[in-house]
């Protein structure tokens, strides 16, 4: 679903929505429906650590992770090039609780994490701000277009050891015990996002709970095996009824013998619990949480012994010979990685995640460069990645509109002192892309595929969103 931030006060929520949380008799739940259909949603923005600490101004900060803030209102991201750098990403409060999960079950220790529904990417990278350093994770989607749009959310983020995978989450059942921790935020009915979504309205039905429900045991089904012994499954989805969320915990405990876990909460932050069950789960309510609705648990596999057995097929990589190899100085001293030649790219594959003996296949790795001729042309990804040494290029700080017309894709013309050739554009101090000078003008090299489709002009810039 793609959610467009309105106000549903003069929508109606459907009949039998209303119907069956009222049937739940949940005290948290007596004042959803008005809260759904009267109050406008929340807005939120999370901050890329490894890019970016600072406070914004107005901001109030979301009480279980620390780089995560509450706006007074809504901007217009899009005009914003910070965000196209990967220095903050908008996303719901409720979810951000996942890197407080993160963050209590790795206790400090690198890990190997699967975000199996990953796309856009959200969660994802919220993870990647609270594991710890050394740790791996993989994120799949299965419909192409999300993970399309994941692969760019998650090279913004700039992080090199990300892996994103496109497939159905039955492809992980090969590599048995290999992931500390999974996470899955299934698909599901979308009732918590009936505030900011009218979609989430108008497809609602009972059938719908009954087929996501189907889903969702069918993709855990596929996931355990993949789970260390003693390892953890995060489930999470965006909808307020039991059938798909008390009920399928209390189906993987059943089925996999599975222990309940908990994470730590202050009940000042308003989580509530689960409907009528022993086991602790997190409800995040509009209305009672700042933020749309959220259901999470966490579970841990029994700790008998298994054989682990992963994938042991060979990497396709050719190491790079000379020249080519040269391109290692693009890179941070100290970024752990190899340079591969892959067809027409050079990559960096991380190093410093053998120890933790990933299939070669599910290695993560940062594109470098794309050959042109006997040239080769730095891409994107590296100027946004975390292991850029952007010392090794020369340099030209733009104008917020001038950042906005490169994210456009158009040609710019650079100061009459710039030298030619390949230049990294900056935007606030920090790397925005490259661009080829050529002396009357610069060839853009930002990818077509992520350009900014609206017009951009002076007079009609919006405001930032802070």
């Known amino acids: 679903m793609t959610p467009c931030a309105v106000s549903l006060s003069d929508m109606a929520l459907p009949q039998g929505f209303v119907q069956m949380i009222e049937g739940l008799a949940f005290p948290p739940f007596s004042n959803l429906a008005q809260t759904l259909a009267q109050t406008a949603p929340e807005v939120s923005v999370r901050f890329n650590r490894a890019k970016h600490t600072a406070v914004p101004p107005l901001a109030d900060m979301v009480p279980w992770w620390s780089g995560g803030f509450y706006l007074p209102k809504r901007g217009a991201f899009t005009f914003d090039p910070a965000l196209h750098q990967g220095i903050y990403y908008v996303q719901d409060a409720a979810s951000m609780f996942i890197a407080r999960v993160a963050e209590t079950l790795a206790a400090g220790q690198p890990v190997k994490w699967l975000d199996a529904c990953a796309a856009p990417g959200g969660k994802t990278t919220a993870v990647i701000d609270a594991l710890p350093v050394g740790s791996v994770i993989v994120a799949n989607e299965f419909v192409h277009n999300r993970a399309v749009i994941l692969r760019e959310n998650l090279a913004k983020w700039g992080t090199p050891e990300v892996k994103v995978c496109e497939g159905d989450t039955g492809y992980f059942s090969q590599f048995k015990s290999l992931f500390d921790i999974i996470a899955a935020d299934v698909p599901c009915s979308g009732e918590g996002m009936m505030r900011k979504d009218p979609e989430a309205v108008a497809q609602w039905s009972p059938a719908l709970v009954e087929s996501c429900a189907k889903r969702q045991r069918e993709i855990i089904s596929n996931l355990w095996s993949s789970l260390k012994p003693g390892g953890y499954f995060v489930y999470s989805t965006c909808t307020f009824n039991r059938t798909e969320n008390e009920d399928m915990v209390r189906w993987i405990i059943d089925e996999y013998d599975a222990e309940p876990v908990e994470i730590p909460a202050e009940a000042s932050w308003g989580i509530s619990p689960g409907i009528n069950v022993d086991f602790p789960c997190y409800r995040f309510i509009p209305g009672i949480t700042r933020g749309e609705g959220l259901f999470m648990a966490?579970?841990?596999?029994?700790?008998?012994?298994?054989?682990?057995?992963?994938?042991?097929?060979?990497?396709?990589?050719?190491?790079?010979?000379?020249?080519?190899?040269?391109?290692?100085?693009?890179?941070?001293?100290?970024?752990?990685?190899?340079?591969?030649?892959?067809?027409?790219?050079?990559?960096?594959?991380?190093?410093?995640?053998?120890?933790?003996?990933?299939?070669?296949?599910?290695?993560?790795?940062?594109?470098?460069?794309?050959?042109?001729?006997?040239?080769?042309?730095?891409?994107?990804?590296?100027?946004?990645?975390?292991?850029?040494?952007?010392?090794?290029?020369?340099?030209?700080?733009?104008?917020?509109?001038?950042?906005?017309?490169?994210?456009?894709?158009?040609?710019?013309?650079?100061p009459d002192d710039t030298p030619k050739g390949i230049t990294l554009l900056k935007y606030l101090g920090y790397p925005l892309g490259f661009v080829k000078n050529l002396g009357n003008r610069a060839n853009n090299l930002y990818p077509s595929e992520w350009r900014i489709r609206s017009a951009v002009s002076p007079e009609s810039l919006p405001p930032l969103p802070f």
């Not at 190899?325 to 890179?331: E, I, M, Q, S, T």
């Not at 594109?367 to 010392?391: F, H």
């Open 298 to 414: 966490v579970l841990r596999k029994p700790s008998q012994e298994e054989s682990a057995s992963q994938s042991k097929s060979k990497s396709k990589h050719k190491k790079v010979t000379q020249p080519k190899a040269n391109l290692r100085h693009w890179l941070k001293p100290d970024a752990a990685v190899e340079l591969i030649e892959d067809k027409d790219k050079i990559i960096a594959l991380s190093t410093s995640l053998l120890a933790l003996e990933m299939p070669p296949e599910l290695r993560p790795y940062v594109e470098i460069a794309v050959a042109k001729g006997r040239d080769y042309i730095p891409s994107q990804q590296l100027a946004l990645s975390t292991i850029l040494a952007e010392d090794k290029f020369q340099t030209v700080e733009v104008d917020r509109l001038t950042a906005l017309q490169y994210l456009r894709c158009e040609a710019l013309r650079l």
